[in-house]
């Protein structure tokens, strides 16, 4: 593959395209973990309701089995102290599924400015990377040997009004064999993709 032109403007062109993706591709990442980070922290209050719901169970406890030793009242107030016990349990229940939510609201959110931010730009360049990489592979093996298909490229490829500044009528020139107009539509061609003719054209 061939994913870089020779000609140094088309090259300049190239190499900052790439850049200036790489850099939105970094930052969209960054972007998402800073997010993540932020949404994260709402975890702190949850988890401070989970653990104050695990401290009220365990003093309800501790409190209802010094009760149950009690006389006469023991079990009466350990059962009363055991609806501590239960709301207790429902504050730390609770925190636990704030913390997990909150955990898998961050995750979706980091997801989504990855996709939504760099996978658009992602598959429009790579494509595009891409293509020129197998055009200009194709280019650089037949330049060096036969122009007629770089010139037939061009016929197909590009604009009329450049095919008509080589000639004024260039497929009839073509068809005739004229190997300047030939030559010089190869080249039309390979500058369209940033490379450079060959010194001595193939006949």
């Known amino acids: 593959m061939r994913f870089y032109a020779e000609r140094p403007l088309r090259l300049l062109r190239q190499l900052i395209a790439d850049a200036v993706v790489i ?7 960054q972007v998402a973990f800073t997010a993540q980070e932020v949404i994260l922290r709402l975890q702190a209050p949850a988890q ?3 653990d104050a719901g695990g401290s009220i169970r365990g003093a309800f406890d501790d409190a209802a089995r010094t009760a149950s030793g009690v006389p006469f009242v023991g079990e009466d107030l350990a059962r009363a102290l055991g609806t501590g016990t239960n709301a207790g349990d429902s504050l730390a229940s609770a925190g636990r599924e704030q913390v997990e939510t909150i955990a898998a609201v961050a995750l979706g959110t980091t997801i989504g400015i990855i996709v939504l931010g760099a996978l658009p730009v992602l598959l429009v360049w790579l494509p595009l990377r891409m293509r020129y990489a197998r055009a ?8 060096g040997v036969d122009t007629d298909l770089l010139a037939l490229r061009a016929m ?10 080589v000639s004024s009528d260039p497929a009839a020139a073509w068809r005739r064999d004229e190997r300047a107009v030939v030559h010089k539509l190869a080249e039309l061609e390979l500058k369209s993709l940033g490379m450079r003719a060959p010194r001595t054209p193939p006949d």
């Open 48 to 50: 401070a309701l989970a």
């Open 136 to 143: 200009a592979r194709s280019a650089a093996a037949v330049r």
């Open 23 to 29: 850099a939105w591709m970094y930052l969209c990442v």
């Open 156 to 165: 197909t490829r590009l604009p009329v009004r450049k095919l008509l500044a």
